[in-house]
């Protein structure tokens, strides 16, 4: 059978490549260059290979590498962690990409149990497409409200956070830095990838993106990746006003992704999150 091969390293090592310069690696520069960052025989170099297996490897001649050269060359190009990450996962073959993806659709249970209980916290379920499978009040009042609350149960309609992140005005409004918020995006969803380089839907996922988004074609095309999994952000929210959260990610037993979003104790931000768990309809109709 013939394998399927990877055709996403070249231009990976091509892009990180160009973005090293040449001083932070103790190389000495002139004004005769003519590309920015390294040149393919200083990477080389670098990482202890010959120029011609590199070149290789860049011009996707060669589809894959030893984890050893990977790293290697992951040194050489100052890789973070996130990065010689998704490296290895894209210059190593997959074990069997014909294997279907799992059912990552379905709520385990427990999961369900716990996402009834999380009433202080804005917190999501998504698969690793960063479908929303299900969302608890708070979490769908801070993001969609002018969503219906039970749309995660659709498949056809289940709405998708980057989706709605680049394609979605309203959603867009809420962040007080959308330029760092899409950026963050398209690293997480790159460095999800490497997981799942044979995975159609996600496939389709990228394209519609691409083609409707000419912000997510820009920054898709940088191959930046991450693995944004905590941090803070700051939220302009229509309702309460400016807030402040933390937010975290944690796997679930049941494959999914648990998203929640909290704020610090005893904060005007804590008191503006917990303002959304009242109705107001009911509120002013009284």
């Known amino acids: 059978m013939e394998q399927i091969v990877n055709t996403d390293l070249g231009g990976y090592l091509r892009q990180m490549r160009e973005r090293v310069r040449p001083e932070q690696r103790g190389l000495r520069t002139s004004n005769s260059r ?56 894209i210059g190593t073959p997959v074990q069997n990409p014909l294997r279907p993806e799992p059912n990552d659709d379905q709520l385990s249970a427990s999961t369900r149990m716990l996402m009834s209980s999380l009433g202080n916290v804005a917190a999501a379920v998504l698969n690793y497409r960063c479908d929303i499978l299900a969302w608890n009040s708070l979490y769908h009042k801070l993001f969609a409200p002018h969503l219906e609350f039970d749309v995660p149960e659709d498949a056809g309609q289940r709405p998708n956070i980057i989706k709605m992140n680049f394609l979605d005005e309203r959603v867009q409004a809420l962040y007080a830095d959308w330029a760092a918020e899409s950026e963050s995006n398209v690293t997480y969803l790159r460095f999800i990838s490497g997981n799942h380089r044979h995975d159609p839907r996600l496939a389709e996922l990228i394209g519609e993106l691409t083609i409707h988004s000419e912000e997510f ?16 952000k700051l939220f302009d929210h229509p309702v309460v006003g400016e807030l402040e959260l933390m937010y975290q990610s944690a796997d679930l037993q049941d494959g999914n992704i648990l998203k929640f979003y909290h704020a610090e104790p005893d904060s005007p931000h804590e008191a503006a999150l917990q303002l959304l768990t009242v109705d107001l309809d009911s509120v002013h109709r009284r």
């Open 34 to 89: 003519r590309v920015p960052g390294l040149r393919r025989e200083e990477v080389a170099a670098l990482a202890g290979v010959s120029q011609t297996y590199y070149t290789r490897l860049e011009q996707s001649q060669t589809a894959h590498a030893s984890p050893q050269v990977l790293l290697s060359i992951a040194r050489a190009l100052d890789l973070s962690p996130d990065e010689q990450d998704y490296l290895l996962k």
């Open 217 to 232: 074609a820009a920054l898709w095309c940088r191959q930046r990746v991450a693995n944004c999994i905590e941090g803070t």
